[in-house]
């Protein structure tokens, strides 16, 4: 029987030194404003669906302690997004069956895999897929090729420096992140919630996600699904018929206020 293994930190992405030092002081601060109270009722799995680690080159959070953390929290499922990188999305599926294996996680524990995407407009996210994707192709040539493979196209967090904006309405998503705790400032916050309650969005899955580059950061933001059953298949028919809506938590309503931004979902 092979183990896991954890990812050398020699291969990580981010190769600044002093990004450790940072990690400590950011996952710090982050404990200071609480933990994320996780909400869910019968029939009901949370998940958060935009997650970075060490194969990102703003992070170095191991697969395993992201999972660890998720499961803490009382998510039931994940989804390690790496910036134009499967590796993170891969490891976290063979680590997630060794813990299994352990006993250390819940075996109905979900793990999607994905990955995020550089388009010539801004970053978009990629589910169920299996492999990356070519960076600096438009909006919608970026989520043909997602759909091509057999994913679903996210629009992730589409009012943030790194988000396509209005592109968000042109291009045949099949979710949207309407919460999102890496978006600050009220305006931003606005524009993305506002999302949830556009007519053009009415079908679609509204996601809520942390799009955590550090470990205390995973569950500010969270996705809670209806499943008939915690499999990986279920999650994917929850998507596709909309059974989806974004939670925000209240550290990540703290952060907010602190730095300018406020939620309107609950």
Request: with cysteine.
């Amino acid at each position: 029987m092979i183990h896991y293994k954890k990812p050398d930190k020699s291969i990580r992405e981010c190769k600044y030194k002093w990004f450790d030092t940072w990690d400590r002081m950011v996952n710090c601060a982050l404990r200071c404003v609480g933990t994320p109270d996780i909400h869910i009722g019968p029939g009901e799995v949370a998940m958060d669906l935009h997650i970075h680690s060490l194969f990102s080159h703003c992070s170095i959070s191991q697969p395993e302690d992201v999972i660890l953390r998720c499961v803490k929290l009382g998510l039931g499922g994940v989804c390690i997004m790496d910036h134009n990188d499967i590796r993170g999305s891969v490891d976290a599926a063979a680590c997630a069956e060794d813990l299994k294996r352990r006993r250390l996680i819940p075996e109905e524990f979900i793990v999607i895999p994905g990955v995020e995407i550089n388009s010539n407009s801004g970053h978009i996210g990629a589910l169920f897929v299996d492999q990356a994707f070519p960076q600096g192709l438009s909006p919608e040539e970026t989520v043909r090729l997602v759909h091509e493979s057999g994913g679903l196209a996210i629009a992730v967090h589409p009012y943030h420096s790194t988000g396509i904006k209005d592109a968000v309405f042109d291009v045949p998503f099949d979710a949207v992140e309407v919460e999102c705790g890496a978006v600050f400032g009220a305006k931003l916050v606005k524009q993305n919630c506002d999302l949830a309650h556009d007519s053009r969005f009415a079908d679609m899955a509204k996601f809520g996600t942390s799009d955590a580059h550090y470990i205390n950061g995973i569950g500010t933001c969270y996705t809670v699904m209806e499943l008939q059953e915690p499999t990986i298949e279920a999650a994917r028919e929850a998507i596709e018929n909309g059974r989806c809506s974004a939670r925000s938590s209240k550290p990540c309503i703290r952060m907010r206020k602190l730095l300018g931004g406020f939620s309107k979902l609950d």
